[in-house]
C-alpha cells in the first residue's frame, strides 16, 4: 500500500524568505503526486500536481514542486512568502488507475512578519 | 457557482442522535468521496462511489451509510453518533481514475461536534 510522509509538522518562516516543505512517499507502482492547501477553516484547494513529464511543476501563488523518482520526494518550494501563505499544506499521492488520495500527516506553515 | 457543495457547515448534535450531511458537486465528474479529518488535521477517506455505485469502503463503522441518489450527489447518514465521530467531514469529487483529470475538488467541510 502506498503512504506518505511530511517530514516536518510545522514549519515558521519570516515573510519574504523562501520556503520548503518536504514529501516522500512510498509505493510500488506509479503514482500522481498533488499538493493541497488548507486555508483556516476552509476546504482543500489544489496547489499543484504531477502527473508525468517534467519533473519541475509550477502551481498556483507561486509555489512549485520537484519530483524526485530516485528519492520518492516531492518538495514543495516557494521563493518569497507571504503572510497570505499561512495554511496547512498537504502533499497526497494516488496510485495510477486507483480512486483514493492517500494524504500526508499535514505541514502548518506559519509566516512571521 | 460553488463546484463542490456540503450542508450543514457546522452540526452539533448530542451523542446517540442520527444526522445527515448532503453533499452536491456540478462538475460532471463521476466519482464522489468522503474524507475523515480528525482533531490533528489527518485526512482519511472513508467512501468512493463511482456513478451512484459503492467503490471505496474504509472499514468504516456501520453507522455510517453513504447514499448516492445520482452521480452528482453523495450524503453522508451517521446513526448513532459517539464522542469519537467529532471531526470535519468532507465531500469531494473526481472525474474518475483517468490520466488527466485525476484530481479531487473539494468542498468547504462540515465540522461536527458531539456533545
Known amino acids: 500500500a502506498q503512504s506518505v510522509t511530511q517530514l516536518d509538522s510545522q514549519v515558521p518562516v519570516f515573510e519574504e524568505a523562501p520556503v520548503e516543505l518536504r514529501c516522500n512517499y512510498s509505493?510500488?507502482?506509479?503514482?500522481?503526486l498533488f499538493w493541497y492547501v488548507q486555508y483556516p477553516n476552509q476546504g482543500l484547494q489544489l496547489l499543484l500536481k504531477?502527473?508525468?513529464?517534467?519533473?519541475l511543476v509550477k502551481g498556483i501563488n507561486g509555489f512549485e514542486a520537484e519530483f524526485n523518482k530516485s528519492q520518492t520526494s516531492f518538495h514543495l518550494r516557494k521563493p518569497s512568502v507571504h503572510i497570505s501563505d499561512t495554511a496547512e499544506y498537504f502533499c497526497?499521492?494516488?496510485?495510477?488507475?486507483?480512486?483514493?488520495?492517500?494524504f500526508g500527516q499535514g505541514t502548518r506553515l506559519t509566516i512571521n512578519p | 457557482d460553488t463546484a463542490v457543495s456540503q450542508t450543514p457547515k457546522y452540526l452539533v448534535t448530542q451523542m446517540g442522535n442520527d444526522k445527515s450531511i448532503k453533499c452536491e458537486q456540478n462538475?460532471?465528474?463521476?466519482?464522489m468521496y468522503w474524507y475523515k479529518q480528525d482533531s490533528k488535521k489527518f485526512l482519511k477517506i472513508m467512501f468512493s462511489?463511482?456513478?451512484?455505485?459503492?467503490?471505496i469502503n474504509e472499514t468504516v463503522p456501520n453507522r455510517f451509510s453513504p447514499k448516492s441518489p445520482d452521480k452528482a450527489h453523495l450524503n453522508l447518514h451517521i446513526n448513532s453518533l459517539e464522542l469519537g465521530d467529532s471531526a470535519v467531514y468532507f465531500c469531494?469529487?473526481?472525474?474518475?481514475?483517468?490520466?488527466?483529470?485525476?484530481?479531487?475538488?473539494f468542498g468547504q467541510g462540515t465540522r461536527l461536534t458531539v456533545v
Open positions: 469531494a469529487s473526481s472525474q474518475g481514475a483517468g490520466v488527466k483529470n485525476t484530481e479531487a475538488f
Open positions: 509505493s510500488s507502482v506509479s503514482v500522481y
Open positions: 504531477y502527473l508525468s513529464g517534467s519533473t
Open positions: 497526497a499521492v494516488r496510485i495510477q488507475g486507483a480512486q483514493k488520495l492517500v
Open positions: 462538475l460532471g465528474h463521476d466519482t
Open positions: 462511489y463511482n456513478n451512484k455505485e459503492l467503490i
